[in-house]
């Protein structure tokens, strides 16, 4: 599916970010070892979801590119949004890890789409992708079980 | 993407907001109020009598003297509590614009934070509105200004921008002590209503802010009232230029803004990807119903393979625009607003086909996604060869329709645009400085966009219109409606 309008990149944003949330708060529930990094990273997707939204509505205006400013195929973006019962926990790791890189990767394009059409909001995009890159190594680094 | 919530959920009776009071008009002449995506009646509005007009101009006049002698920082917390109300039922706002005019939910929100925009730029006037001093003119003597709000204003409010529009001018009228009138366009006024409703609820006092019903007769009570000392109007040319004589003739003051024909002027060194989305908005955002919009293309230079790859580019681009209702968020362009401006603009095609205009992308027939009935739907349409004497190259169309001509150089190309009647939102797209500024210089243009499609200020700049697109002295928003809204009054004083 084609996303080309800021509103419809937005939701999908606050889709991206309530998913990912909800595998964090899964994996928390499954392996409380780590329970702390996943629900800071829960935690920090709700602030995200209040970064872009206040961006996009701060800025918005008759004169951008709304409209006109994404050509995203939201379908590169998605995963799966729960955890099957019996995954391990390497396996859960690694469909953490692949989440989100596909979230950086949408920010990313998003905002290097949108870049110069949408005042401030690549900037938030690419700041969230940045943000994010850590979260790659962290998840990296957690003890194996 | 699935359609978001309606907030119209019944038919609204909407009634006049005079003296801090609904009132219901006594007018037997009611106009339904159709959602052009849907056709379904979302409100009925009545054309006020000409005693409530003049009602509403008496509270005014009355509520004057006590808000005058209002502090200007307490005259602004009412200013204050209105933008956060405002922002609290945004989304509210903003749904209602698109149910009631038929844009975009990307564009009803550009709306929105515009309008909100205007109230925040506003609520300095403490130090906007301050006057200047120079003591010791000559020995002893001081000399000062100081700057009045005069009485009651109004507004004659357009249907292409509802909620926006009237606020170029309300906030500063209120923030500078004056008492304001507004009659929204009949065709869409719901959107001043749901405004007038968070006016209430912000504490002004009764008669400061009012809110008038009609059509051309109320507008025309309004002008003809010795009690308004100034109006505002945004509208066609024609109708600005009558409405100017007429505040000449009644002693009004008078910001006229008027129609519009922008040249989008595309050099060859412009950079096509980034300047595509810029044109789209251009042409096609608000569904071409806007004085601000793109009319003519202008492709300069003599390169055949140049020019065609950007018509190109431009054909193919429009040709992808997602049409249908507004509260799709998928949706790029929505319906124009209403029948009849559907049947203008497809008057304009037919004489663009018969003045031997090429049709390069013909949106007649509309593609419409999702099951809605085309009453008021329109897909984009793109001419290639329209010279500028051929009516679409010369008149506004006010819809989705783009003519494209070629100049063989800039100098053409200015040549092309100064020679409109119009001069309102012209732009150049181009990556050279030089090119720039040279329009910048010698385009007759209020507002000028260099590599930007949609020229509109910001509200703490004047909303510019020359030639036939503005009659008036001083502009809306900023600093020109500070003193648009007040009379220098000068002291020279001398203690014995």
Redesign the interface.
Known sequence: MALNTASEVISFARKLEEDSAGLYETLAERWPAAEETWLSFARENRKNIVQVERTYYGVISDALEGCFAFNLDADGYTFPAGLPEKTGYSDALGQAVAMEEKIIRFYSEAAEQSKSLMADVPRAFALIARKREGRIAALQSLPDR | ?AVLEEPIKEVLELKNYINGEWVGSESSQILDIVNPTTQQTIARVPMSTGDEVKAAVEAAREAFPDWRRTPPLARVRCLFRLKELMEEN?ERLSRVQTMEHGK????S???T??GIEMVEVATGIPSLMMGYSLEDIAAGIDEYVIYQPLGVFCHIAPFN?PF?VPLWYSPFALATGNTFIVKPSPRDPISQVKLAELIDEAGFPPGVYNLVHGGADAAGVLLEHPDIKGATFVGTSQIGRDIYKKCGETGKRAIVQGAAKNFMVVMPDVNIG?T???L??SFF??TGQ?C?SGANLVIVGQDDAFYRKFLNAFVE?ASKI?VGYGLD?????GPMQSPDGKERVLGFIEKGIAEGAKLALDGRKPKIMGDYPEKCFLNPTVFENVTPDMTIGREEIFGPVASVMRAESLDAAINLVNASRYGNGNAIFTSSGKSAREFQYRVESGNIGIN?????PMAFFPFSGMKDSFFGVLHGQGRDAVRFFTESKVVIQRWL
């Open positions: 993407m945004f975009t939910i990307d564009e929100r550009g709306e934070r515009r921008f926006m980034g595509i989305p810029a789209m908005t955002g608000n806007r601000l681009a997602k968020e998928s949706i790029q362009m930007i499609g949609i020229v509109a």
